[in-house]
């Protein structure tokens, strides 16, 4: 795969120039080479002739239309390209391509005779003139003969629609073989996310069994952690999440915090809540909350700090009150003013999931905080994940 990325990097270079003047220049050089290489070749047969300027200049003409032809033929592929598919998009663009050309030679011809006079160029000029001067006139199937001789002429794009063609394959192989790429990139991050947590987990469970046999509190302090982050990882990838396991994470969150605070901090969490397990909210929304009042009540303050968590379920909401005490001001311990980040992408997820059916107050007095918030509770058995 690296051998072949290399590979085309080169080609890349050489056939899918990045600046616009490069593309010109090699665009010009083709053209004028392609022009200059049939003038060699078919001039070469009139020899006595040669050095008629007008003969020159009318072959000029007729090959120099040959350029516009591409072009409008890539034009036609890459706006079929969108619509059609298969041999239909081939057969629309042969019709395409075949009354272009037709339409080309209809005006050429004119041209011809204005700037040089018919007689005045080749058998082959003038057999054309016969059938494309007079387009109206379908005298002896004049017409259809016409359409035939475009169609020989068509040829001569032969080259130059080979190249391009080539040039599209590159680019569809190219294209794959980023997508190859990107995707096993892909694939190795998601299995480093996959590796990463089950090491993590392994580490604190063979600590844990390490620990039993010398502290048991510890060892079951460091399972609710592997439990904790087995939440952080795997329950709250979605939008949604289950009642009973973000009130569970709460629990242990607020057990752990307890444990950690010891006795100058005084947590009270009433939890009524039936039949749980039947309903989902927004992920994070009650952890955030909670953490924002550990985070500017309790862990902002040398002194005794409380939080006071409540949350029930009735008439499909949950009405989860949290009210933590205001920090003392402490010039040591002083933290820069928060932002209000976390509470603000609460109010945005609800607005965007619950529009005007939430309730989410902040109210502050001189010791303390107080968030409310009411939800509509999201039943998994009329809401399917």
């Known amino acids: 795969m690296l051998a072949l990325t290399?590979?085309?990097?080169?080609?890349?270079k050489v056939l899918f120039p990045q600046t616009f003047q490069r593309?010109?220049?090699i665009h010009l050089v083709f053209w004028a080479s392609f022009v200059g290489f049939h003038l060699m070749l078919f001039l070469a047969g009139f020899d006595d002739r040669l050095s008629d300027p007008v003969l020159r200049q009318a072959y000029v003409i007729y090959y120099i239309r040959f350029s516009l032809l591409y072009y409008v033929t890539v034009?036609?592929?890459r706006g079929l390209r969108k619509h059609v598919e298969g041999v239909w998009r081939l057969l629309l663009l042969g019709l395409g391509l075949l009354m272009v050309a037709h339409l080309i030679n209809v005006f050429l011809y004119p041209l011809y005779d204005h700037l040089f006079g018919i007689t005045r160029l080749t058998i082959g000029f003038q057999k054309g003139a016969y059938f494309f001067l007079n387009p109206l006139n379908n005298e002896k199937g004049k017409f259809w003969r016409s359409l035939i001789i475009d169609i020989s002429e068509l040829q001569l794009l032969a080259f130059p629609l080979g190249i391009k063609m080539m040039k599209y394959g590159i680019h569809l192989v190219m294209k794959e073989s980023v997508?190859?790429?990107?995707?096993?990139?892909?694939?190795?991050?998601?299995?480093?996310?996959?590796?990463?947590p089950h090491l993590i987990f392994n580490l604190l469970n063979g600590a844990s069994r390490e620990l039993s046999n010398y502290c048991s509190e510890a060892s079951r302090y460091l399972m609710q952690m592997a439990d904790m982050i087995r939440f952080a990882i795997y329950d709250i990838s979605g939008d949604l999440v289950d009642l009973s396991k973000e009130l569970n994470f709460v629990s242990q969150y607020l057990e752990l915090s307890s444990r950690q605070t010891g006795h100058k901090t005084k947590i009270v969490f009433i939890n009524e809540c039936p039949n749980r397990d039947q309903y989902q909210i927004?992920?994070?929304v009650l952890v955030t909350l909670i953490e924002n009042a550990f985070k500017h009540g309790v862990h902002a303050t040398h002194g005794k700090s409380y939080v006071l968590i409540e949350c029930t379920t009735a008439n499909g909401f949950l009405v989860c009150t949290v009210v933590n005490s205001k920090p003392v001001t402490d010039p040591v311990f002083n933290q820069k003013p928060d932002k209000g980040i976390g509470l603000e992408n609460i109010r945005?997820?609800?607005?965007?999931?619950?529009?005007?059916?939430?309730?989410?107050?902040?109210t502050e007095s001189e010791k303390e905080f107080s968030v409310y918030?009411?939800?509509?509770?999201?039943?998994?058995?009329t809401h399917p994940v």
Not at 6 to 12: K, N
Not at 373 to 380: R, S
Request: proline share 3%.
């Open 373 to 381: 918030l009411k939800i509509p509770l999201i039943d998994k058995t």
């Open 23 to 25: 593309r010109l220049l």
């Open 75 to 77: 034009g036609l592929f």
């Open 348 to 362: 945005q997820t609800l607005r965007l999931r619950f529009k005007d059916e939430y309730i989410l107050e902040i």
């Open 6 to 12: 290399e590979e085309l990097r080169t080609y890349e």
């Open 282 to 284: 927004p992920t994070l």
């Open 179 to 196: 997508r190859e790429n990107q995707k096993l990139k892909q694939e190795l991050i998601k299995l480093r996310t996959l590796l990463t």
